[in-house]
C-alpha cells in the first residue's frame, strides 16, 4: 500500500497505526519556499523533515513526489532527499499550464542524475519549463 500526502507532519502521530507493509510518501516539490498563493501544504522544509522522522524512526519504506516540480537547487535538494531514504522518487513537471515557478529543464535533468546515485527515479512528465519554450 502507499500513503501520499502533503501533510507528512501527521505521519508522527499516526504511525503506531501503520502497518510495515504501507510505504509512507509525501509530495515534496521543491527545497525552497513556496508562496501562500501557489500552497497551503506544510513547508518544504516541514515536510522533509517530517519524511526523515518516518525514515529514521519506522520499519516503512517511504516514498517521494516531486511532482508538480519547481525550481530547486539541484544538489541541496537531492542531499535532503537521500535522508528521506527513499524507496522511489517521481519527478514531473506540472499538467494543468499553472504556470508555476518551474526550473529550467538543464536543473531538473541534474536533479534526477543526483537521485539516481541513491533511488529509482520514476520520470513523470520531463519537458523545458514552460518559460524556457
Do not use: H
Amino acid at each position: 500500500f502507499l500513503d501520499l500526502t502533503k501533510y507528512p507532519t501527521r505521519y508522527p502521530e499516526l504511525l503506531e497505526y501503520v502497518p510495515e507493509n504501507v510505504v509512507l510518501g509525501a509530495t515534496i516539490e521543491t527545497d525552497m519556499p513556496i508562496a501562500p498563493e501557489i500552497t497551503r501544504a506544510p513547508s518544504p522544509w516541514l515536510r522533509l523533515q517530517a519524511m526523515r522522522y518516518v525514515a529514521e524512526n519506522t520499519g516503512n519504506q517511504t516514498f517521494v513526489s516531486v511532482e508538480p516540480i519547481m525550481d530547486l537547487y539541484p544538489e541541496g535538494f537531492a542531499a535532503a532527499l537521500e535522508k528521506v531514504r527513499p524507496w522511489k522518487v517521481a519527478v514531473g513537471y506540472d499538467n494543468w499550464k499553472n504556470r508555476l515557478p518551474e526550473p529550467p529543464l538543464e536543473k531538473t535533468e541534474r536533479l534526477i542524475e543526483l537521485l539516481e546515485e541513491f533511488t529509482e527515479v520514476e520520470r513523470k512528465t520531463i519537458r523545458k519549463a514552460w518559460w524556457e519554450e
